[in-house]
């Protein structure tokens, strides 16, 4: 047994380590059928956090053929404060509120232990999350942090501030995020390879100007109007794949954008695949689209 521990990544010692003394027996049960005790300690992890899942406000989705992704790890507990420390594999984290209940924030404590500890994170989902202003903040000191999801999200914000940091990202779907103005990306914006604000109505025209080396947008449901699509046609040099809505009016009650500088679009940029979306795509389709051109990223302003 004692040359398998040794093989075992530290995510996984570190967890049973936690779950306490009563869980050895569960592990030399479960090594009666496993193949390893890696195998073994893995299944006593996964099931003794199942049955913490009812109680608690948010989870972490575990893959347990893939150390570099953790859960479903009960939020706040000392078991996911223990793994982010001593976990330096940790690439992806997915969470949302059980039942999507909103009425308890995402701790900015907790996003700062993130951010010290979670050193390689690439991928971060937030889903159906109430997240305060300050949270964000930290988030955006994780340093190697690439995709960012806040699908279905809340911003509690006091003063509407351009979001700063994230230094490598480039895909960013803010599918159905509430509290989002186009002043909150103005900073954000010009490194974005990808951009979801699919049914931020209060985002408008004035966002489009920093979407330099955008290639994949999808502003269905937004204020973008036709000003805002005549300057992405002038700015966004490297757009390649434009999502709108079939049909869509603003809160007044007009269009938000006509077919005829839908048309000039067309004709000024054909390489522009232009698709109308009832729902928002997958993050993961909005960053392969936004990858698939390495060749021309990152051409800044004319």
């Not at 940790?90 to 909103?102: A, F, K, S, T, Y």
């Not at 009425?103 to 390689?120: D, E, F, K």
């Not at 003063?159 to 103005?181: K, M």
């Amino acid at each position: 047994m004692c040359g398998d521990v040794s093989q075992l990544p530290a995510e996984i010692l570190v967890s049973i380590v936690c779950l306490a003394r009563r869980n050895i027996a569960d592990v030399i049960s479960w090594r009666l059928i496993s193949v390893s005790f890696r195998s073994a300690c893995t299944e006593v992890l996964h099931h003794q956090t199942e049955a913490l899942c009812c109680n608690e406000p948010a989870l972490l989705h575990f893959n347990k053929s893939n150390h570099e992704s953790i859960g479903p790890v009960p939020l706040g507990s000392s078991i996911l404060k223990a793994v982010m420390r001593l976990c330096p594999s940790l690439h992806r984290i997915e969470w949302q509120p059980v039942g999507h209940d909103l009425t308890r924030p995402v701790a900015p404590s907790l996003c700062a232990l993130m951010v010290s500890s979670c050193l390689h994170l690439t991928h971060l989902s937030l889903t159906h999350c109430k997240i305060p202003q300050l949270a964000l903040s930290h988030l955006g000191h994780l340093t190697a942090l690439q995709v960012l999801s806040l699908q279905h999200s809340l911003l509690i914000a006091i003063l509407p501030e351009p979001w700063q940091a994230f230094p490598q990202l480039h895909c960013l779907d803010l599918s159905w995020f509430g509290g989002l103005i186009s002043n909150h990306l103005s900073l954000l914006g010009p490194q974005l390879l990808s951009l979801s604000v699919h049914g931020c109505e209060f985002v408008e025209e004035s966002l489009c100007k920093h979407l330099w080396n955008c290639i994949a947008l999808d502003i269905c449901g937004t204020g973008v109007n036709d000003d805002g699509l005549r300057t992405l046609a002038e700015v966004a040099l490297d757009l390649r794949h434009l999502f709108v809505s079939p049909t869509y009016a603003n809160l007044w009650g007009d269009p938000a954008w006509t077919d005829g500088m839908m048309e000039e679009i067309c004709r000024r940029r054909p390489e522009v695949a232009v698709r109308k979306l009832t729902t928002p795509l997958a993050t993961s389709k909005y960053d392969d689209l936004g990858t698939e051109d390495s060749a021309s990223l990152r051409r800044g302003p004319t």
